[in-house]
């Protein structure tokens, strides 16, 4: 699977900012996909996920109520929609699949290390 995000740039504090990954390969549908940022000397930290129906979605306690992820397996997408953008939301965002599913919350994909496939990032900055 190969991973194209996009979607970032510079947006004020409020605003919003809709990222999308696109991905190639035959079985998008069996992988569940999540985005994941890195901000300037931190590490990289999970933000979202969702399962490979799209029925089940996990967020971060710091975007939930903000932001709402989402996919389309018919057009290989899956997409980050964040609203309510703050200052410390600043970070490269990558999106990643990983061919494990989840349902339950003892399920939910939340660590990188179970992420086999990652795009190239792309830069969200939000000022102040």
């Known amino acids: 699977v190969q991973l194209q995000a996009s979607g970032g740039g510079l947006v004020q504090a409020g605003g919003s900012l809709r990222l999308a990954c696109a991905a190639s390969g035959r079985t998008f549908n069996r992988y569940a996909m999540g985005w994941f940022r890195q901000a300037p000397g931190k590490e990289r930290e999970f933000v979202a996920a969702?399962?490979?129906?799209?029925?089940?979605?996990v967020y971060a306690d710091s975007v939930q109520g903000r932001f709402t992820i989402a996919r389309d397996n018919a057009k290989k997408m899956v997409y980050l929609q964040m609203n309510s953008l703050k200052p410390e939301d600043t970070a490269v965002y990558y999106c990643?699949?990983?061919?494990?599913?989840?349902?339950?919350?003892?399920?939910?994909?939340?660590?990188?290390?179970?992420?086999?496939?990652w795009g190239q990032g792309t830069q969200v900055t939000v000022s102040s």
């Open positions: 990643a699949a990983s061919p494990r599913n989840f349902y339950l919350s003892t399920d939910y994909l939340t660590q990188a290390q179970e992420y086999d496939y």
């Open positions: 969702i399962n490979w129906s799209g029925s089940h979605t």
